[in-house]
């Protein structure tokens, strides 16, 4: 606008601002908003335009992380690749280890030769954590709105969601697990038991964020009908996830394309009506209770297959690591180190080849989908047939979903905005470009 007095808020100055804004009789203002997500904190620049308490226009500014983790996967062996992407969405990094290893394994053509154990650890990990990540995305989505109790349950049950990742890989978080033809080592002792042990408690916890939440007059206010994505604008942007599930689109992966043996299990696709706050997160807690049936039946898959191998049989790709964890953490074990360096040449060889140098991958080009609990998870990996990737590229269903942050918070109130930031879900590691 000619003439128009622009302004750059530092902070202290306010009183100036509101003084000429008095003056001038209107109440249009630009501000940045946040930190409201906890993962986005100074990575997410969320800009938006308010006519007194209305937002006219919100623009989402992505690519302040800087991690460029697909480009140092270029630099890595492709098993090292594992332990880059696993710190993308570190809320859900299980995730992208297995859609990775599964690219690197299509271009292998060994993808039919995965130990059936192998894909039953993978999706019992997978399903772990997909209600980790729900659970965080509504509890942290309910502390913005007030509610620290969600936060508190939150971190209850991801506690226990984390004490059994650790039992299994040796770590609570960015695991490195998942490796191309299976997983680094096999479940441990007891390991099933102690899952089962801690499953009702997990389930008592869902239950009481769902008390809490969709049966609470304040919540529903807040969230009915407030942030909604409708279905052309989803389909239009290429949404997935709960998103489209809300709307009623029975769109999941798990179902449609199966794969780590997923169409081995029964679970049901949850949805609803609309696409809105309120819905997404019925559809988050409905798909928390699918994850837990599907666990139990693969625990029962892992106690009947106890003993059978957890990596491809191919030892120039198979990684040799015969890992051990105990209270002192996490190494080889002494039987395996003893067999390497004093009983089999071929062994060591095999060892150090493929630890320093790793295994070659016939050149071409592959594009691996799965289904992420945010949306659809795709890696394109590219080869030349060396030992490293070419080229490496992830596509992040939470820097999909940003997209539709201006069509929910445009024309409603500044505080729902907050709603359909946290409707999103977004974790700016994966979003990081």
């Not at 409905?286 to 297959?305: A, F, G, M, N, P």
């Not at 890696?379 to 992830?394: C, Q």
Request: aromatic share 6%; with cysteine.
């Amino acid at each position: 606008m000619a003439g128009a007095k622009m302004y750059e808020a530092v902070g202290g100055d306010w009183g100036d601002i509101a003084k000429d804004a008095e003056e001038l009789g209107e109440e249009h203002i630009v501000v940045n908003l946040g930190p409201v997500h906890p993962s986005t904190h100074g990575v997410l620049r969320v800009q938006c335009e308010l006519d007194g308490e209305r937002v006219n226009e919100v623009r989402a500014a992505t690519g302040f992380l800087h991690t460029g983790i697909e480009k140092n996967m270029e630099f890595r062996t492709w098993t090292q690749g594992v332990t880059f992407c696993t710190r993308m969405d570190y809320v859900a990094p299980i995730f992208q280890e297995v859609a990775y290893c599964q690219a690197v394994e299509k271009l292998l053509g060994i993808e039919d030769q995965i130990p059936e154990r192998a894909q039953a650890i993978r999706v019992l990990l997978m399903e772990l954590t997909r209600i980790s990540s729900h659970i965080v995305g509504i509890g942290s989505g309910g502390n913005e709105l007030g509610a620290t109790t969600m936060l508190t349950l939150t971190f209850r049950l991801r506690e226990d969601i984390l004490r059994i990742l650790e039992d299994i890989t040796g770590l609570r978080m960015n695991n490195a697990f998942i490796r191309p033809g299976g997983v680094a080592d096999d479940m441990p002792a007891g390991g099933t038991d102690y899952i089962r042990e801690l499953l009702p408690g997990v389930r008592n916890t869902i239950s009481e964020m769902q008390d809490l939440t969709l049966g609470n007059p304040i919540f529903k206010k807040r969230h009915i009908d407030v942030a909604v994505s409708p279905l052309s604008s989803l389909m239009a942007l290429g949404m997935t996830g709960p998103s489209i599930r809300a709307a009623g689109v029975p769109w999941d992966l798990r179902k449609t394309q199966p794969n780590s043996g997923y169409d081995l299990y029964e679970f049901d696709v949850p949805v609803a009506d609309k696409s809105d706050g309120f819905n997404r997160i019925k559809v988050k807690f409905e798909e928390c209770y699918e994850s837990i049936r599907i666990i139990y039946q693969v625990l029962d898959q892992l106690d009947k297959t106890e003993g059978q191998p957890y990596m491809v049989a191919d030892k120039k790709i198979a990684w040799p690591a015969q890992l051990s964890i105990a209270s002192d953490g996490q190494g080889s074990t002494p039987e395996h180190v003893e067999h390497i360096m004093t009983g089999s040449m071929e062994a060591l060889i095999h060892h150090f080849k493929l630890v320093t140098e790793g295994f070659r991958v016939p050149a071409g080009q592959v594009y691996q989908l799965i289904e992420h609990p945010k949306g659809t998870l795709g890696v394109h990996l590219v080869s030349s047939g060396g030992t490293r990737p070419y080229r490496a590229h992830f596509r992040d269903p939470g820097y999909n979903n940003l997209q539709s942050l201006a069509i929910m918070g445009e024309g409603g109130l500044l505080a729902d905005l907050i709603i359909a930031l946290a409707a999103v879900d977004p974790v700016m590691g994966g979003v990081d470009r």
